[in-house]
Nanobody, 116 residues
Framework: QVQLVESGGGLVQAGGSLRLSCVAS????????QGWYRQAPGKQRDLVAS???????NYADSVKGRFTISRDNAKNTVYLQMNSLKPEDTAVYYC??????????WGQGTQVTVSS
């Protein structure tokens, strides 16, 4: 089992920045990728960014050049640095982890609201 706890959401003006954190605990040796998804009201949950165990990253086209995913292995923490935020980035952001047999784990979500 893996537990994920997010923090760092909030309200920010357009053009501002936020950093989300996700602390993981449990059977971390079974995890090969972690990332962030987001879900806006009435929309599906979409991938924002991911990072594999060996450091390969992937980003949604809409956030490339503005968001950066990183991790601190010693702290079992994954970060999402979000810069140049836009109102369309408003959503609930979920921390995600996937293990080697494709089981998914989710955090409880953290709200990010970007005002225009």
């Amino acid at each position: 089992q893996v537990q994920l706890v997010e923090s760092g959401g909030g309200l920010v003006q357009a053009g501002g920045s936020l950093r989300l954190s996700c602390v993981a605990s449990g059977s971390m040796s079974t995890i090969f990728a972690q990332g962030w998804y987001r879900q806006a009201p009435g929309k599906q949950r979409d991938l924002v960014a991911s990072i594999t165990r060996n450091g390969l990253t992937n980003y949604a086209d809409s956030v490339k050049g503005r968001f950066t995913i990183s991790r601190d292995n010693a702290k079992n923490t994954v970060y999402l640095q979000m810069n140049s935020l836009k109102p369309e980035d408003t959503a609930v952001y979920y921390c995600h982890a996937r293990n080697y047999i494709n089981r998914d784990y989710w955090g409880q979500g953290t709200q990010v609201t970007v005002s225009s």
